[in-house]
């Protein structure tokens, strides 16, 4: 490990302003508990919403997760945490020679044409800078910033502290598996070396889909901390919003595609489809840009999610229990069961009907919404649910999703879309298929 991995003071520091800022709130909130009052108003959302849009960061994507990942929190919350940015400050020009110093060496900037001083684009863990290389190709560096190991530790304990007491009174859902997932894939994000391996698995899983584009990943420009990849140019997807219909659900139809064929085609999905990780091209296609959070499942979640999708189509109840149980779902009664297929029937809905629709018909504003703010209530009824961690970024991405088709306001035959993906789907194909795309990239499973 490096220094900076361990960079003791890096990690105090974080920890004391991201400690005073949650406890204070936290203590707030466990007060106002014990004295019978309603955590679930709009206020206290508002109130998390001000305290994790001060600290910026780490903790505020783990925030944007949460607020993904239907039934988990009330809908006061999903709706204030989903509106937070996860930008940290930018790195100036004098910080940004010392960190690419660092990663490539002192003589970095002789092996690129041209490097903006300027960052083009900034998130929570690095920021991107546009560069040219020798042979005029135009490349995105994305550079993570400095101790980013340190403040991810410090963030997730905190947040830890804050999950606990969230679970003393909202008994809906357990947040283990959701903690222990979420920081997976978040101390994930920060290996930009594996992050270039996924771009090299995508450009292979979607290398005959058409209307996607993904980016070469340029491994001798990158490292642990430095990823480099071919800069690809499109327009913000909230920016098609006035295209005509017809142009809208081509946009919709190839996110659709890119999505999902990875997952029923090798148990693959990309676990964070929100509106910054993609552009559209004037032709209607799309650029995948962000391939951090991916999450690699087993091949019998899969055949799982295939199965209920034929138990709600034809009312199969035991075929239903065998799918849950194959997500990872424990202690399955005739009550929980209801209670998921409350949610399941919403997710499936729009491909079970053989016309054209949009994804949502009831337009609520929030993908999900109504619906999600029932099953919770359903579970708190009856005394919570323990999600498998499999679960979480696959019900993610099912939501993050369907919130882009409803800003789109896409209509299709999503039926026909879905038949047509999952066509000779079964687990054999599965294993060849993921066989044949592991050969000569070193892929780590999801733990």
């Avoid at 005959?208 to 990849?229: A, C, D, K, N």
């Avoid at 189509?313 to 849950?324: G, R």
């Amino acid at each position: 490990m490096t220094v900076e991995d361990n960079s003791l003071s890096e990690r105090i520091k974080r920890y004391a302003k991201v400690s005073t800022s949650l406890t204070g709130f936290a203590t707030k909130i466990a007060g106002h508990y014990y004295l019978g009052r309603d955590m679930n108003s709009l206020t206290y959302a508002q109130e998390l919403k001000a305290v994790l849009g001060e600290l910026k960061g780490p903790i505020m994507k783990v925030a944007q997760m949460l607020s993904t990942i239907p039934d988990f929190l009330p809908s006061e919350y999903m709706a204030e945490l989903a509106q937070l940015q996860a930008q940290a400050p930018p790195m100036g020009w004098h910080f940004v020679k010392r960190r690419m110093m660092a990663e490539l060496g002192p003589d970095w900037l002789t092996k690129f044409a041209s490097f903006e001083q300027s960052a083009s684009a900034s998130a929570s863990l690095g920021q991107v800078h546009k560069a040219i290389d020798h042979q005029g190709n135009v490349l995105a560096c994305k550079l993570q910033y400095p101790d980013m190991t340190s403040i991810v530790e410090a963030d997730l304990q905190q947040l830890r502290i804050l999950l606990k007491l969230y679970d003393a009174y909202d008994k809906a859902i357990q947040s283990d598996e959701i903690f222990n997932e979420i920081s997976a894939r978040l101390r994930e994000e920060l290996d930009y070396q594996r992050e270039g391996q996924h771009i090299q698995m995508f450009s292979h899983m979607l290398e005959s889909v058409p209307g996607v584009h993904i980016p070469q990943y340029i491994s001798f420009l990158s490292t642990t901390r430095l990823l480099t990849m071919s800069w690809l140019e499109g327009q913000p997807l909230m920016q098609t919003q006035e295209h005509s219909l017809g142009q809208r659900n081509q946009i919709a139809r190839h996110m659709f595609r890119t999505w999902y064929t990875p997952f029923y085609h090798y148990g693959i999905i990309h676990g964070d489809p929100h509106l910054g990780n993609y552009t559209v091209r004037e032709d209607q296609s799309v650029n995948l840009l962000d391939f951090g959070c991916v999450r690699v499942f087993p091949i019998s979640f899969v055949e799982g999610v295939l199965d209920l999708y034929h138990a709600l189509l034809h009312n199969d109840k035991d075929l239903a229990v065998h799918a849950y149980k194959s997500w990872g779902f424990t202690n399955i009664s005739q009550e929980l069961m209801e209670i998921l297929d409350i949610w399941a029937r919403f997710l499936y809905g729009p491909l079970m009907e053989d016309r054209v629709r949009p994804i949502e018909e009831n337009h609520s504003g929030v993908y999900g919404k109504e619906v999600a703010a029932k099953v919770h209530a359903e579970l708190r009824r009856i005394g919570g649910v323990k999600p498998p961690r499999e679960f979480v970024f696959m019900d993610r991405a099912a939501i993050g999703l369907g919130s882009v088709f409803m800003h789109l306001r896409a209509e299709l035959n999503w039926y026909q879309e879905f038949h047509t993906l999952i066509e000779n789907v079964n687990a054999q194909a599965l294993l060849q298929n993921r066989e044949k795309l592991f050969q000569g990239i070193e892929v780590e499973e999801n733990s």
